[in-house]
């Protein structure tokens, strides 16, 4: 079992910044995958950036230059950077893990969300 609690969302201004951050309730280590997700209204959840099991990063091309996945792996805590912020990042952001079993199967965990709005 992992528990993720997200911080740090908030409404701001177009072009401003903000830092997300999950806390992870066992250590990272442990853990397969994480990143974040983000849900507009009306829209699906989508991919936004991660670490892979190799901890390499990735980005959903929208938010590449703009936005920064960091680990603090002694706090278990996986931050978002988001700068240069567009009305289009408003969404519900999702942090995820994903963790593999003993079996070989994969096992997804989910926050209860942030909301971040960004005005014009």
């Known amino acids: 079992q992992v528990q993720l609690v997200e911080s740090g969302g908030g409404l701001v201004q177009a072009g401003g910044s903000l830092r997300l951050s999950c806390d992870a309730s066992?250590?990272?280590?442990?853990?397969?995958?994480m990143g974040w997700y983000r849900q507009a209204p009306g829209k699906g959840r989508e991919f936004v950036a991660d670490?892979?099991?190799?901890?390499?990063?990735n980005y959903e091309d929208s938010v590449k230059g703009r936005f920064t996945i960091s680990r603090d792996n002694a706090k278990n805590t996986v931050y978002l950077q988001m700068g240069t912020l567009k009305p289009e990042d408003t969404a519900v952001y999702y942090c995820?893990?994903?963790?593999?079993?003993?079996?070989?199967?994969?096992?997804?965990?989910w926050g209860q969300g942030t909301q971040v709005t960004v005005s014009s």
């Open positions: 670490f892979s099991s190799g901890g390499q990063t």
């Open positions: 066992r250590s990272m280590l442990s853990i397969n995958t």
């Open positions: 995820n893990a994903v963790v593999l079993l003993w079996d070989g199967t994969k096992r997804n965990y």
